[in-house]
């Protein structure tokens, strides 16, 4: 069975089954339920990123605690779980954009491949164009549609001729399944696409500078369905040459876009395993609370 | 009664035709129970009666005070015998002063025929009795609305839409008021600008190269011959103008670069208003300091390497000028660079930018509209402004791009022109108009063009 059917039963046979709800005021959770590591399959061989022990603060609350896990070399990964528990935060971990937070301190090994994220001698510069982020809300630079898309490359140097750039240009538009639509303007202004097709610029604009890892913080909670459809087909694809970390509020679209899902809940990582597993026979208690509509 | 005293009544008479409203609102919900089964709150009602006891006494005592004095006049004149009266304007307003002096008693009555010392009486005694009855109607009208507006409070009132519809208007009246008033000034402007055509070509006054604003009193005067050509001024006007933006534009821009993306939050709420402090400085003061600090810094240093510099210069003007205008340069582009989402940002900085270069490609490209129209208020600011140049600049209408020389500047030139005793025929004198007028044109074309880049260039994020 597939596992999006396979969920949408789940959640409709909540709706009908009328179980009370798990009141987290009335019932405080005791620390026992947490497990003592995330359970799952948290770590694979050869990761693409590899994170121990991370723990990430906003000067006293502690966001993150304890986050073990690899990212395998493409694969796709989505981190579900409810609002605040810190999947955000951890994304923004993943190539730096923490930094401009001014309270926001991090510790714990974060490494891509064998570089460490922290190190002193990172730079973050060269690692954003590694790790490259697709955000929640489509945000095109108010310039045309090629400038868009050129900006990375620009700023990195990666096209020494105006061919080279205009390529460039192309491929990354032909990836992003945009090019058929806008290469007849692409000097009108990026920002006078439909929310759909802002985002996939943005995505343009991403795998522009040919990173290796492409996060994505909840990039379809702003598009209607058929934007959402379009993004996920494109994600799909991506796959074969790219390693992406997807943040997700839909159950339905982590089933659908990714190959391991990870669930978060109050900063800690409960559950890591393939996302067939997590959405059938989810092993721990909270992520089949979740998962099964309970809360969040 | 007086007009200061009448007022003051007017005002206590609409506060108790409030007060009687509200009451009577109130006591008329009482029996419903309570004021929501009244149509409108009773702060309605209450406003309806004072409205009504307030706009027609207002309107009427508007009218009549700026129409009486005249009438009154009129009716004097006309009571002289015929062989007194005199014929042209200037007799007639000349007879109502001697008329009007010996009514207040500047004017002994002896030293007048009979005739116009009885006009003086009958001057007196009409205006006792215009007051009188101003006083009257004005009263009763205020009372009679006020009584009108309390007889028809009943529940059923329509009162918040009334309000409404006189506030709207009120609204509407001050605004147009506002334009009106613009409006007024342009065409006083306007008028002695043609005037003054009428006596210098227009063509002599734009494309001319001499400034030397005197009229001969007398056709064998000596070096009378004045001349009129603006070109110097605005030469001078435009180099202290452009001196200024040299200094403001960079140093306050990048402060705003440094205030929105860099500085720290605590600094940032000390370092803001310091620098809007400088707008806040008179500018006579800046005035001083351009010429007595300024000025004589420059010369010592130009003697210094050898440099010829007059003790007034456009420099010292423009530097201090420039400083002066720095805030609003550095307030409004510290807005708008605020403004930028920080989704911007983040797209720019996830790409591997750095935060320069994240500033230089995104935001100041996404800021730029609202960072040239600040450039241009502070450009028309610095066009404009007077004391500065009037006290470190000079009069000397050289023409000039020096900036070590001395220059002169519309605003200076519109200062000397009108200080002291004038005469309004002569060309010396309504020059300081069309110079006034070149200088609202200027400043009106800046602005349209400022409002032009930001509506064409936009570059809209959202």
Known sequence: MDTAEKLDKNASGRNHAEEPLIDLEEQPMQETRYPEHTVGTPFVDAPKMRFRDVNVSYGDTQAIHNISLDIGKNEVISLIGPSGCGKSTFLRCLNRMNDTIDICRVSGELFLEDQDLYDSKMDVVELRARVGMVFQKPNPFPKSIYDNVAYGPRLHGLANKKFELDEIVETSLRKA???????????????????????????????????????????????????????????????????????????????????????????????????????????????????????? | MQTGNLLLLLVVLIGLAYYLGHRRAVAMARPLGGIRHLHSLPFYYAMRSALWCAMPALVVL??????????????????????????????????????????????????????????????????????????????????????????????????????????????????????????GILFSVLFESIRFFGKIPFSEFLFGLQWSPQTALRADQVAAHGAFGAIPLFVGTLLISAIALIVAVPVGLMSAIYLAEYAHPKVRSFAKPALEVLAGVPTVVYGFFAALTVAPFIRNIGEAVGLGVSSESALAAGLVMGVMIIPFVSSLSDDVITAVPQAMRDGSLGLGATRSETIKKVIFPAALPGIMGGILLAASRAIGETMIVVMAAGLAANLTVNPLEAVTTITVQIVTLLTGDQEFDSAKTLAAFALGLMLFLTTLAMNVLALHIVRKYREQYD
């Open chain 2, 62 to 183: 508007g009218c009549w005070l700026a129409f009486d004095d005249s009438i009154i006049r009129e009716v004097v004149l006309n009571g002289m015998p015929v062989d007194l009266r005199p014929a042209d304007e200037a007799g007639r307003s000349l007879m109502l002063s001697r008329i009007g002096n010996v009514a207040s008693g500047a004017l002994s009555a002896d030293t007048v025929g009979p005739e116009v010392a009885a006009a003086a009486e009958r001057l007196t005694s009409l205006r006792t009795t215009s007051a009188m009855a101003l006083t009257v109607v004005v009263v009763v009208l205020a009372m009679m609305g006020g009584a009108w507006a309390w007889l028809k409070v009943s529940p059923t009132l329509r009162a918040r839409q009334q309000v409404e519809r006189v506030l709207q208007f009120l609204f509407m009246l001050c605004a147009t008021l506002a334009i009106l008033t613009t409006v």
């Open chain 1, 177 to 296: 399944g945009l090019w058929e639509e806008v290469k007849d303007r692409l000097h009108a202004p990026g920002t006078g696409l439909s929310g759909g097709q802002q985002q996939r610029l943005c995505i343009a604009r991403t795998i522009a500078v040919s990173p290796e890892v492409v996060l994505m913080d909840e990039p379809c909670s702003a598009l209607d369905p058929i934007a959402t459809a379009k993004i996920e087909e494109l994600i799909d694809e991506l796959t074969e040459s790219y390693t992406i970390a997807i943040v997700t509020h839909s159950m339905q679209q982590a089933a659908r876009v990714s190959n391991r899902t990870a669930y978060f809940h109050l900063g800690r990582l409960i559950e890591v395993n393939d996302t067939e597993t997590v959405f059938t026979k989810p092993e721990h208690e909270l992520t089949e609370a979740y998962i099964t509509g309970r809360f969040g």
